[in-house]
């Protein structure tokens, strides 16, 4: 029998293990549909007890990280195909700058779509791979002066142009891919140790 005396007087049966409410107008055993409903809003909805709301929080940031950085590697490894293919198909080069900016273009192209690849199956970008590709984006502006590519006046007339430009995207975005993995690597190990 309840104590009708105190307000704050739980109304659970407390013989039933799973504590749901008594009375005559609820079923043994059966919970109510709206018991569960989350309602979008956060206004009157149940909290679930195991669910810390940090980590969804976590989670949505981590996801919109993943798509930004993805879309980061995509533009990388455009870029690296540009820089290949711009010495192969638009402009004549030395035989030194051909083989520098197919080779650099190339290997910028390859992890940029390996770094794609690993954040689309869920696995963690490589700080390394993005540290050398950050590092080839460098190569790229120093570059053109050392091999001796032509400096016109325009990005459509210039290797010399087309490269550096295309360094200093490249050292920029896989920098920032770079410093956004470390950063992330670094809140999950937190996370995993608190």
Known sequence: ?????????????????????????????????SDDVDSGTGVGDRDDPGRDRRDETTRIASEERRRK?????????????????????LYDVSSAAF??????????????????????????LSVG?????????????VAPALLGMSAGLGLSESPFWSTLA??????ALAGYNAYDAREARSVATDSARA
């Open 1 to 33: 029998m309840t104590d009708m005396s105190n307000s704050n007087d739980d109304d659970r049966d407390r013989d039933r293990p799973d504590g749901v409410e008594g009375g005559a107008d609820r079923d043994e055993g059966m919970r109510s549909p």
């Open 69 to 89: 950085i993805s879309v980061i590697s995509v533009i990388v490894a455009v870029i690296g195909a540009w820089v290949a293919l711009s010495v192969v198909v």
């Open 99 to 124: 083989w520098n900016n197919v080779l650099v273009g190339g290997v910028v192209f390859a992890a940029g779509v390996y770094n794609y690849y690993r954040l689309a199956n869920d696995i963690p």
């Open 129 to 141: 791979v993005s540290g050398l590709v950050a590092l080839l984006g460098i190569w790229l502006i």
């Open 166 to 171: 295309s360094g200093l995207l490249i050292a």
